[in-house]
T-cell receptor, first 115, second 112 residues
């Protein structure tokens, strides 16, 4: 059982829609991550938040907008997406940003389909 | 690219047999981790091995690391149908970027 909860599990949205993916953890972790995973590919890092501040943005297009309202919550706001953005979006957390030596806990993911 | 390459890409074995997956990488690492992913679901952390360690065990899992060859292997002994999943290695490099970079993955199928 994962202690990182993601909602919704499935989302279908049109290219003109605005939607959000949500992630929550109650493990007291101070680093949270968004990964994108296409079918049969490894996860790719999108964003890293450390102590509620954005610390890494892997050159992600601005149509993806992350937000960390508090230490337990992480959102990913979606706007004007393209069909090629359809993927599994994974949220993860760890004790702190120094990933070395830390276990990263992943949520079950949100399947996004852009039509 | 710092991404690891895993071999084989897919592996099918009979239940009860041992499964071995290999991971090769190109950069100097701080540690290497292995994750399991059931189809279309989140990743589960299996084991972490540090750059100064050569072997680590966890239950039916055995991980080895050879930093001179820049390679690691994951051995699952006495496989079970529930071990069917994709397995990814992931590395943390020594170059200040603390990004966890995943390998290409091995799809393991255990035949009952």
């Amino acid at each position: 059982d994962t202690e990182v909860t993601q909602t919704p599990k499935h989302l279908v949205m049109g290219m003109t829609n605005k939607k959000s993916l949500k992630c929550e953890q109650h493990m007291g972790h101070r680093a949270m991550y968004w990964y994108k995973q296409k079918a049969k590919k490894p996860p790719e890092l999108m964003f890293v938040y450390s102590y509620e501040k954005l610390s890494i943005n892997e050159s992600v297009p601005s149509r993806f907008s992350p937000e960390c309202p508090n230490s337990s919550l992480l959102n990913l706001h979606l706007h004007a997406l393209q069909p090629e953005d359809s993927a599994l979006y994974l949220c993860a957390s760890s004790h702190y940003r120094q990933v070395a030596g830390n276990t990263i806990y992943f949520g079950e993911g949100s399947w996004l389909t852009v039509v | 690219s710092q991404q690891g390459e895993e071999d084989p890409q897919a592996l099918s074995i009979q239940e009860g047999e041992n499964a071995t997956m290999n991971c090769s990488y190109k950069t100097s690492i701080n540690n290497l981790q292995w994750y399991r992913q059931n189809s279309g679901r989140g990743l589960v952390h299996l084991i972490l091995i540090r750059s100064n360690e050569r072997e680590k065990h966890s239950g039916r899992l055995r991980v080895t690391l050879d930093t001179s060859k820049k390679s690691s292997s994951l051995l699952i002994t006495a496989s079970r149908a529930a071990d069917t999943a994709s397995y990814f290695c992931a590395i943390i490099s020594n170059f200040g970027n603390e990004k966890l970079t995943f390998g290409t993955g091995t799809r393991l199928t255990i035949i009952p």
